[in-house]
């Protein structure tokens, strides 16, 4: 089992940052790739993100690429997105998942664990 919590989330304006961090225990945490995902009002959960379980290779939704960075501390079994340029469409409910193996995995069922999300509101 691998528990996961995330936080960071809160209220931004358009146009500024946030970081999200999600923390990791039981299981050993660089055993696993790791992804964010969101999941917008009345809408379907997406993907946003992963990371390898080395840290050294990402995967990025094409509505985040180059606004967002995904990166992880092994040492602190912590994995973060940094989130730019925010804008009302990012507004969501933002969690973390955990998976054995490959990192380029975007559909929420191929993770096996998941925090409880955290919310992200963007305003105008």
């Known amino acids: 089992q691998v528990q996961l919590v995330e936080s960071g989330g809160g209220l931004v304006q358009a146009g500024g940052s946030l970081r999200l961090s999600c923390a990791a225990s039981?299981?050993?945490?660089?055993?696993?790739?790791m992804g964010w995902f969101r999941q917008p009002p009345e809408k379907e959960r997406e993907f946003v993100a992963s990371i390898s379980w080395s840290g050294g290779s990402t995967y990025y939704a094409d509505s985040v690429k180059g606004r967002f960075t995904i990166s992880r501390d092994n040492a602190k079994n912590t994995v973060y997105v940094r989130m730019n340029n925010l804008n009302p469409e990012d507004t969501a409910v933002y969690s973390c998942?955990?998976?054995?193996?490959?990192?380029?995995?975007?559909?929420?069922?191929?993770?096996?664990?998941w925090g409880q999300g955290t919310q992200v509101t963007v305003s105008s």
């Open positions: 039981g299981r050993t945490f660089s055993y696993y790739a």
């Open positions: 998942a955990a998976r054995r193996g490959t990192y380029r995995r975007t559909v929420r069922g191929e993770y096996a664990y």
